[in-house]
């Protein structure tokens, strides 16, 4: 088989996470992080999104309705990643976060973005990031990104609100 490679343009369109409690979740997607619910199929399922998509974030209870979170040492999703348009809107959700108290599992500036690690109430990971330009990615002598893990500075991205 010839090589391929995936177009550029391709996106990751949506996730769909089973929960437990759809209205927990709904709570913490919606109520909490912002997303608005687009359709509900009875007390089942969720769909939610930013701006109107058909939806981001899909929740549902057909195989988890009351279940216990996943085991975090068991294969199987490691976090959503949720993409903020600029480091004013991430500090506006870190602002909301602290404002409810929810707790904050890491901070981390990555170089090409700068993100902020919780649970959902399902103890599903949840990664709240904006990407700096392009341009300021800091590069390898040969050219390839250099991607690292230094301490977040909270106060620094509030200070942007």
Do not use: C
Request: charged share 20%; net charge negative.
């Amino acid at each position: 088989m010839a090589d391929y490679i995936i177009p550029a343009q391709t996106r990751i369109g949506h996730v769909h996470l089973k929960v437990a409690d759809l209205d927990r979740a709904l709570g913490f997607y919606r109520d909490l992080l912002g997303f608005s619910l687009i359709t509900k199929y009875g007390n089942e399922a969720a769909f939610i999104s930013a701006g109107g998509y058909h939806h981001h974030i899909g929740l549902n209870t057909w195989y988890s309705k009351d279940a216990p979170p996943a085991p975090t040492r068991s294969a199987g999703l490691f976090h959503t990643a949720i993409l903020y348009p600029t480091r004013r809107d991430l500090a506006v959700a870190l602002q909301r976060l602290v404002d409810a108290k929810y707790p904050i599992t890491g901070a981390s500036d990555h170089g090409v973005s700068e993100a902020i690690y919780l649970n959902d109430p399902d103890r599903n990971g949840v990664e709240l990031y904006w990407d700096r330009p392009q341009e300021e990615w800091p590069r390898k002598p040969d050219g390839s990104i250099e991607m690292y893990t230094h301490p977040l500075d909270l106060e620094g991205l509030l200070g942007e609100i």
